[in-house]
């Protein structure tokens, strides 16, 4: 069944927030809102938040009260706590002991790039927990509050999910799209992209998996450029940001659906995206296809990077 606005159920359901607004006029609204709520004639607008009439015959679509919010107290996430994973330290002594002794500069930035990589992906796993919490809970057949459905509506946006589709399907579209990638994957594509972190594009602008930038004038150009019009290289804040931006883009771009679509048969046997699993899926990265995934491979078993995944 299509995703749909929830109804406001009752009056110990609702909260009405309306400044300059005293409790006899409070009360009445809250009386008003119950009663229209009984008869199914109103709504919440998960893009506001507020309550709405639903448009019939006899009425027009307006707001509750001018500028009156909505929220069901009984199923709202920050009211609910949902299952969080598991907090994994920067530096786990028995996996990177090894790594943390060696000050030679390829061992550093291997460190760097696992630590913020770590960091990038267990906040993907947050999200993730939540995105399981919500479907259970519509399996139960629970109503989903305002806030949830705004969240679900944001995020399906920012990894380009249909919102309106099938609840079950949007689950399953949001739950291909928001995963970690393997460590192993990320740091062994910083490698080859930006020679250790020493290029031009790393040095000056963070830049370690070649991204381009498409406006003109944009980023950072190449210097044996004679066109003006061949893409500059982007600029990230931190490595943090480019391998935030690195994900996101093997997340949501259309180069990869096979990358996804292994991830998720994984994750459906109960196992942990692997690089192992993953290397081949990601030739479409690099124009050179399968040598550039002998290149990645070379360098991940070099330097054991299956050991971080």
Known sequence: MPLQNPLVKSDADLTIEQKGTNSKQIQSLTEMASELASKNQIQCDTETNQMQFVSDPNMKQIQLAKGG????????????????PSVAPKVKPNQYAALLKRKDPNSIFIRKMLEVTNSENFRIEEIRSRIHWLQERTVFKEELGCQDRRWLNDLSKEYGVNYNEDIDELFQHLLERVDIVPASIVIAQAIDESAWGTSRFARLGHNYFGQHCHSPGCGIRPLNSKSKKSRGMMIFSSMGEAVSYYIHAMNTSEQFPEFRHIRATQRAQGQTPSGSALLESVKAYSESGWEHIRKLRVFINKNNLYAYD
């Open 69 to 84: 919010f909505c929220s069901q107290r009984k199923t709202t996430s920050s009211q609910k706590n949902y299952p969080q």
